[in-house]
């Protein structure tokens, strides 16, 4: 990644870079959301960059229409920025915008269809299986946990397979907090996973190109007090300890940057990721998961990664921008 400061004029003009920067929308995580969107909005603004903040609504694409930005910056978390919808939009409206193609947003939102992608590039992930609702509630909920308690004994953890912020995820000690367990993560998606767990450090790493490659930050080692990174844990401060970089052994650092990577680049994503993993006792980092849009508030895994760099956020923001516009004039 260049240190160079990237120009705050539009390409061929001397005015500001426009930058629209999407926060809100009507997920489940909208509030985090807004919290990430402000803080994009003041950095990008602060390096000189004409910034106008929006909340999704029926009079968006419209107004993109009819005043093309230079860039579109989604910071949309959940479906409504995750998914791949508003990222296709935005490809058939042919505004640049800063964040992964659609269709490798789509994969990456699925987490089972993640999961498999990266399995098959080599990357270790915990075993698992996908259930859906109408065939947890049509094949009998107790015959099908009999017949996976066969194959992934607890302890387990159960999951959306789609959504961010841990929101639907329980841990599992017991054979019977299974069925509330899925009862509870179909509340969010009608898929639930039920997958392996991996007792050990629990850390994230998140990717960066700005043009040059992708490039992998310092590992995040994420340790919550209550001892479970839920909702909570990841949004209000003090609920978590964060070390950057992660207090793991250099060779353990080094095979879970190149996993991260190889993670990243399995998916087809773009300009900036955060792959999500556990090493367990031997060293070994798992794949449990990776973020399209990462969260950018001020207790977010990305930020710290970025000030443990040595990279200013405002400036790396900037060069996303710019990246986006390059590519999308190349």
């Known amino acids: 990644m260049s240190d160079s400061l990237p120009s705050a004029a539009s390409p061929g003009s001397s005015d500001p870079v426009r930058v629209v920067v999407l926060a809100g929308g009507i997920s489940h995580e909208r509030d985090i959301s807004l919290r990430s969107g402000r803080r994009v909005a003041d950095a990008l603004a602060s390096h000189g960059l004409h910034v106008e903040l ?67 590039a080599g990357v270790p992930t915990p075993h698992s299986i996908t259930l859906t609702r109408d065939a947890f509630r049509e094949l009998g909920a107790e015959s099908v946990l009999a017949v996976v308690r066969g194959e992934l004994p607890t302890p387990v953890a159960i999951k959306p397979a789609q959504g961010g912020s841990a929101q639907g995820v329980t841990l599992v000690d017991t054979e019977e907090e299974l069925r509330r367990a899925m009862v509870h993560a179909y509340t969010y998606c009608d898929v639930a996973i039920i997958e392996q767990r991996i007792t050990g450090t629990e850390i994230c790493i998140g990717i960066i190109d700005t043009g040059d490659g992708p490039v992998a930050l310092p590992p995040v080692e994420i340790e919550p007090l209550s001892g479970v990174y839920g909702f909570e844990a990841r949004y209000n401060a003090g609920e978590t300890r964060f070390y950057a970089p992660a207090r793991i052994a250099d060779d353990v650092t080094e095979r879970a940057t190149a996993i991260a990577l190889d993670a990243h680049r399995a ?37 710290l990664a970025l000030e443990a760099a040595g990279h200013d956020v405002g400036w790396v923001y900037a060069a996303l921008a710019q990246a986006a516009i390059r590519e999308h004039s190349a």
Do not use: Q
């Not at 058939?92 to 992964?100: A, E, Q, R």
């Not at 900036?272 to 207790?299: K, Y």
């Open 54 to 120: 929006r909340d999704p609504d029926a009079t968006l694409l419209g107004s993109l229409t009819d005043d093309r930005p230079d860039v579109v910056f989604p910071v949309l978390h959940g479906a409504s920025g995750e998914d791949g919808t508003l990222r296709s939009l935005l490809e058939f409206l042919g505004l640049p915008y800063v964040g992964s193609p659609a269709a490798a947003t789509r994969l990456a939102w699925d987490k089972p269809t993640a999961k498999t992608l990266v399995e098959r």
């Open 267 to 303: 998916l087809g994503l773009r300009h900036l990721s955060r792959i999500d993993m556990i090493v367990d006792g031997a060293g070994t980092p798992w794949f449990l998961e990776a973020s399209v849009m990462p969260g950018l508030t001020e207790t977010s895994t990305l930020a």
